[in-house]
């Protein structure tokens, strides 16, 4: 995937009703140059010196316009992608994501598609998350 400039990010901001500030465009262009799952925290890290609480409201503003979702990782803290890294934005339908317990970076796996469940009545799922546990490759390799 191309990285995006911020007249690209702001484009994208607009066409989901979003009005573009230069926090936002900062924080798309991060999650979508990127190209993996982040949590606040690694987020925090990188767009220094924008305060968490900043890119928090910025985050829940963006799940509120399908423009990210949110997942737990192997670890319990929420991470954020891009829902355009999608075909769709049922959030009850994607791919599994692996979590490395040696270095903690959680991976999408794009090619493992995790499907649609069919819930008793009565139930409603509001999303679905498949994560894998284990070492990624690069961890494999320092042995």
Known sequence: MN????????EMLK????????????ILKTLHNEHRPMSL??????????????IFRVLTLFLEHDIVHAFEDGKGALNYELCSHHDSHDHTAGHAHFYCEKCTRTFCLNDIPV?????????????????????????????
């Open 3 to 10: 990285s995006i400039d911020s007249n690209k990010a702001e």
């Open 15 to 26: 066409q989901k009703g979003v009005r573009p500030t230069a926090n936002r465009i900062l």
């Open 41 to 54: 925290s690694t987020m925090e890290t990188i767009l220094l010196p924008m305060d968490k609480s900043s």
């Open 115 to 143: 499907e649609h469940v069919d819930l008793p009545d009565g139930f409603k799922a509001n999303s679905l998350s498949f994560i894998i546990k284990g070492e990624c490759p690069e961890c494999s390799r320092r042995k």
